[in-house]
């Protein structure tokens, strides 16, 4: 009988299952989120990079099959980004990025917030596309659940080294996810009224 190796690492999905990604699709389409960048959401990445001190930060919608970054900050300009979306199978920052890169799927599968001060210390993480792509080694992200009680999508930061987040870090992604909820909720009541 040959012998077995055994992986530790086998049982781990790398991009976890998200069963609720076609209701989400939904609820995105009726809030018209996901599908273009909005001005809004690129100031409130801007302002969240500030906050943290992290060099990217991002508003990002999911569905079945890519990431849609509504709201997008980096270092290179100073401003958001705009990267062409046939790149949407790299994991260079532009809006559009794979399903499998990065950690906000997990994130929203998850409905919690995720710290990852180095993401070379999980072995879950660090073999995500994204760490030998573009060099991320630190991420810090937070759900977006919306008043049905679905995961839109997340507002997250990232560094291309480690950096300690700690509660401070937590403190600040949660209640900023929360107030970005909360601008969604006005955004749909203003569409309600004008409709």
């Known amino acids: 009988m040959p012998p077995t190796s055994f992986d530790p690492t086998s049982h781990l999905l790398l991009t976890p299952e998200d069963a609720e990604a ?20 690129d100031e409130f990445a801007r302002r969240l990079a500030g906050m943290t001190g992290a060099p990217y930060a991002m508003v990002n ?13 980096a270092p290179a300009t100073g401003r958001a980004v705009e990267l062409d979306p046939r790149e949407a199978e790299s994991a260079r920052p532009g809006r559009v990025m794979a399903r499998d890169h990065g950690y906000c799927p997990h994130v929203v599968v998850r409905r919690k917030a995720l710290v990852l001060e180095d993401v070379c210390d999980y072995p879950r993480f660090a073999g995500n596309p994204v760490v030998d792509e573009i060099g991320i080694r630190s991420y810090l992200g ?15 930061v990232v560094a291309q080294e480690p950096r300690p987040w700690g509660r401070q870090g937590l403190k600040t992604i949660k209640s900023m996810a929360a107030e970005l909820v909360e601008r969604i909720h006005q955004r749909e009541a203003g569409a309600a009224t004008r409709g």
């Open 61 to 73: 919608f999911i569905d079945e099959h890519r990431q849609y970054f509504a709201g997008l900050y």
């Open 22 to 41: 076609p209701r989400r699709v939904v609820r995105l389409r009726e809030l018209g989120l996901g599908e273009a960048p909005l001005p809004e959401f």
């Open 142 to 156: 937070a759900p977006l659940i919306d008043r049905t009680g679905m995961t839109l999508g997340t507002v997250c």
